[in-house]
Nanobody, 122 residues
Framework: QVQLVESGGGLVQAGGSLRLSCAAS????????LGWFRQAPGKEREFVAR????????DYADSVKGRFTISRDNAKNTVYLQMNSLKPEDTAVYYC???????????????WGKGTLVTVSS
């Protein structure tokens, strides 16, 4: 049974930082590309960042480029999202997801976590 469990969300002031973690189990972690997505209230889920199986290639949405960093530790079966210079518009539920292919497509992800809430106050 595959599980992805996010943690690290919370309330932070604008300009602050948070580090999200996503611990995976039940799958061969190093065989999956990983992504972070987010869904703000009343909006559709959107791509945030992705990383290849080895961690050598990353990609970001324009809205977070230069502020967020995705990384992974295959020895710990964990993917991270370091979020700096947070803005109120970053407020959302953040989800990690795993895919057998390197994609930013929501429909292309094979497994999803349940999400962690990030709230950025102004």
């Amino acid at each position: 049974q595959v599980q992805l469990v996010e943690s690290g969300g919370g309330l932070v002031q604008a300009g602050g930082s948070l580090r999200l973690s996503c611990a995976a189990s039940g799958l061969t972690f190093s065989s999956y590309g990983l992504g972070w997505f987010r869904q703000a209230p009343g909006k559709e889920r959107e791509f945030v960042a992705r990383i290849t199986r080895s961690g050598s290639i990353t990609d970001y949405a324009d809205s977070v480029k230069g502020r967020f960093t995705i990384s992974r530790d295959n020895a710990k079966n964990t993917v991270y999202l370091q979020m700096n210079s947070l803005k109120p518009e970053d407020t959302a539920v953040y989800y990690c997801a795993a895919s057998r292919i390197y994609t930013q497509s929501i429909s292309g992800m094979d497994y999803w976590g349940k999400g962690t809430l990030v709230t950025v106050s102004s």
